[in-house]
């Protein structure tokens, strides 16, 4: 957690420096999704995706965050590679941006929740991994996945056993049989139908 910031420690570094924006992301967890009613983001998280220890000196504010909040307590777990680990809020985090990045949207859901519950999300931040990420950005894909048919398909999957749902996509999603007909991942949404015409004059 020494990665991320409040709203506040955010905009106190972009007033410090403007180009600390480039590497401050909106970050979004499970907690948000399930308990916020607008579902949206109440911290930032720092991130130099796949840049070398050189390459993130650029940032000097950032870099002393990470090496004062993050770099003790890897030492003490003894982790391998510093460098590389201290300059990434995780490895894998890059790639999966990637990913889904080129849609404006993705839908997301938590991995523990007391209710299945799917959201749509912008792109432009940074996931926990706390939630499970789906790069599509169509409504079949929300009205399938949030449907009564569903849902007590991820509950009969789910690895739980206690009252809380604990969602695996290769145990709730891979296996559903969703409908033969279906779009892909990026389909674009369907055209608004055109006005009717009026009655004859």
């Given at each position: 957690m020494g990665f991320t910031l409040t709203p506040e420690e955010r905009d106190a570094l972009v007033a410090r420096d403007a180009r600390n924006a480039e590497r401050i992301f909106p970050y979004l967890g499970g907690q948000e999704v399930n308990s916020s009613p607008t579902q949206t983001f109440d911290r930032y998280v720092i991130s130099f995706g796949d840049m070398s220890l050189d390459e993130a000196k650029a940032w000097?504010?950032?870099?002393?965050?990470?090496?004062?909040?993050?770099?003790?307590?890897?030492?003490?777990?003894?982790?391998?590679?510093?460098?590389?680990?201290?300059?990434?809020?995780?490895?894998?985090?890059?790639?999966?941006?990637?990913?889904?990045?080129?849609?404006?949207?993705?839908?997301?859901?938590?991995?523990?929740?007391?209710?299945?519950?799917?959201?749509?999300?912008?792109?432009?931040r940074i996931f926990s991994d706390t939630l499970y990420v789906f790069p599509v950005d169509t409504w079949p894909w929300f009205t399938v996945l949030q449907s009564r048919i569903h849902e007590p398909w991820a509950w009969l999957l789910s690895s739980s056993m206690e009252d809380r749902l604990r969602y695996s996509a290769s145990d709730c999603f891979d296996t559903f049989p969703f409908p033969r007909t279906w779009p892909t991942p990026t389909s674009p949404a369907p055209a608004k139908p055109s006005t009717p015409p009026g009655p004859p004059t």
């Open positions: 000097p504010d950032l870099l002393d965050i990470v090496r004062e909040k993050v770099k003790p307590e890897r030492d003490q777990n003894n982790r391998r590679h510093l460098p590389e680990v201290l300059v990434a809020v995780r490895r894998e985090a890059p790639s999966a941006v990637r990913r889904h990045r080129p849609l404006a949207r993705c839908l997301v859901t938590s991995r523990v929740s007391k209710h299945l519950i799917f959201a749509w999300q912008p792109t432009d």
